[in-house]
């Protein structure tokens, strides 16, 4: 899968849209002010990688591997995550913009949300044990099937979880949010 190995490299302001990203493993490296728009990023590893202030939105990761990867300010709008590699996928996210992006039935346990927008993102049957979300609005997010238990909810809003379709036990929440469980029930709570 992969041809050249690059370790501990720095890429700053490189627009790959114009310069195709090089297949291969991607060690210990950071991406700082890249865009990746639209970028046919498949089946590339990273690896130990952070992204600061870079733009993937719509970028199409079939088959790519993020393994201990962070995601910094970082725009990714419409980013089909369940088409990536699953083995020993590992990533977190800081202040990013994930809005119609998909985790669709992929298991990534103890992942952090911090101050991100997941409007309308997709969570079925996604497994995110131990997740924490801090911060975030899931206005429109898709919960079906989701394994959310032991996750934390307490600082976020905006979210529709009905607790009778997901995986809840030991999971954490306000009581400003709570509402966001009882919301296919159609009560009213004053």
Same mark, same amino acid.
Request: charged share 25%; proline share 1%.
């Given at each position: 899968?992969?041809?050249?190995?690059?370790?501990?490299?720095?890429?700053?302001?490189?627009? +790959?849209? /114009?310069?195709?990203?090089?297949?291969?493993e991607y060690d210990n490296c950071t991406f700082t002010d890249c865009n990746f728009e639209n970028v046919h990023a498949s089946n590339i590893q990273f690896v130990e990688c952070e992204f600061?202030?870079?733009?993937?939105?719509?970028?199409?990761?079939?088959?790519?591997?993020?393994?201990?990867?962070?995601?910094?300010?970082?725009?990714?709008?419409?980013?089909?995550?369940?088409?990536?590699?699953?083995?020993?996928?590992?990533?977190?996210? /800081?202040?990013?913009?994930?809005?119609?992006?998909s985790f669709y039935q992929l298991k990534i346990p103890k992942t952090k949300f911090s101050n991100c927008n997941l409007q309308e993102v997709d969570f079925t049957e996604t497994i995110l044990?131990?997740?924490?979300?801090?911060?975030?609005?899931?206005?429109?997010?898709?919960? &079906?099937?989701?394994? !959310?238990?032991?996750?934390?909810?307490?600082?976020?809003?905006? +979210?529709?979880?009905?607790?009778?379709?997901?995986? !809840?036990? &030991? &999971?954490?929440?306000?009581?400003?949010? %709570?509402? &966001?469980?009882?919301?296919?029930?159609? %009560? %009213?709570?004053?």
């Amino acid at each position: 899968m992969t041809d050249t190995y690059f370790d501990s490299e720095e890429y700053t302001k490189i627009d +790959f849209t /114009k310069r195709k990203i090089e297949k291969g493993e991607y060690d210990n490296c950071t991406f700082t002010d890249c865009n990746f728009e639209n970028v046919h990023a498949s089946n590339i590893q990273f690896v130990e990688c952070e992204f600061i202030d870079c733009n993937f939105s719509n970028a199409i990761v079939n088959n790519t591997a993020f393994k201990e990867v962070d995601f910094i300010n970082c725009k990714m709008i419409g980013v089909k995550f369940n088409e990536c590699d699953s083995f020993l996928l590992q990533f977190n996210f /800081k202040e990013c913009q994930l809005s119609f992006s998909s985790f669709y039935q992929l298991k990534i346990p103890k992942t952090k949300f911090s101050n991100c927008n997941l409007q309308e993102v997709d969570f079925t049957e996604t497994i995110l044990i131990n997740a924490i979300f801090d911060n975030c609005d899931f206005k429109g997010a898709i919960f &079906g099937e989701s394994n !959310l238990e032991k996750s934390d909810f307490r600082t976020s809003f905006n +979210f529709n979880i009905n607790p009778e379709k997901n995986r !809840l036990k &030991g &999971g954490k929440y306000s009581k400003e949010n %709570i509402l &966001g469980l009882l919301t296919e029930y159609k %009560i %009213i709570v004053e």
